[in-house]
Each structure stands twice: as structure tokens, then as C-alpha cells.
């Protein structure tokens, strides 16, 4: 008796191919958010310089805002800690959250996740 093995193959690259492809769009998702994750965190400096020079709180979140380009802007959050009159030789804390979701290509099956950074600095 002769067996025949032409679709094989064809089955095997069917199974495969989708978790290949799931792989490479969640590899590619991560990095997404690491980039949302760095580009946070040299906005949250930025920030905090601007603050230990003595700016107002307003206008450190303006510029939070302004200049965070990676995402939607409206959707972040600044805290600048403490608020109002800031003494020369304390410390000035920015942080800042952004709400990111890993794996978006599966809609309301993605993963939420909250990218939080800080940055303390000695007002001048």
C-alpha cells in the first residue's frame, strides 16, 4: 500500500503560520510600548529640569504635554509634587502615567497597561 504525504506540509504551514504571525505583531507591540516607555521618561526629566529652574506647575504640565509625540497627549497624566512655591534646596518630583495596551490586534482580548515614570530634582 503507497501513502501519499503531498499535503503535509501544507497542513503543517497552516498551523503555524498564525502563531509565527502572532509572534512577530506581539515583538513588534513591545517595542511600541518601550519606545511609549523612553520617550516618557526623557519628557518626565525634561519636566523636572524645567521645575528645579522654577517654573510653575502649569507650565510644567503644558510642556509634559506638548512634548510628549509618541501617543494620545489628552490621555496623560502629570503630577508635579509638591505643588505651588517651591524653596531653593528641596527636591521637585514629576511623574507621569500613560495608559498603553500590549497585544491590540486582539481588540477587547488586549492587555491594558499602565506606563508610569518619575523624575526628582533640587530647585535652584
Not at 528645579?52 to 510628549?68: C, Q, R, T
Request: proline residues 3%; glycine residues 8%; negative net charge.
Amino acid at each position: 500500500m503507497i501513502r501519499r504525504e503531498d499535503g503535509q506540509s501544507l497542513v503543517e504551514f497552516a498551523i503555524l503560520v498564525p502563531l509565527i504571525f502572532a509572534l512577530m505583531i506581539g515583538i513588534v507591540d513591545f517595542g511600541r510600548v518601550i519606545h511609549s516607555q523612553l520617550q516618557l521618561e526623557l519628557v518626565t526629566q525634561d519636566a523636572a529640569r524645567m521645575a528645579g529652574l522654577g517654573e510653575s506647575d502649569e507650565m510644567v504640565k503644558s510642556y509634559a504635554i506638548d512634548n510628549f509625540v509618541t501617543g494620545d497627549a489628552s490621555q496623560l497624566s502629570v503630577n508635579v509634587s509638591p505643588s505651588g512655591e517651591k524653596n531653593s534646596g528641596t527636591y521637585v518630583t514629576v511623574e507621569m502615567t500613560y495608559p498603553e495596551s500590549i497585544f491590540n490586534m486582539f481588540g477587547n482580548y488586549s492587555i491594558p497597561f499602565t506606563v508610569k515614570t518619575s523624575s526628582t530634582t533640587r530647585v535652584e
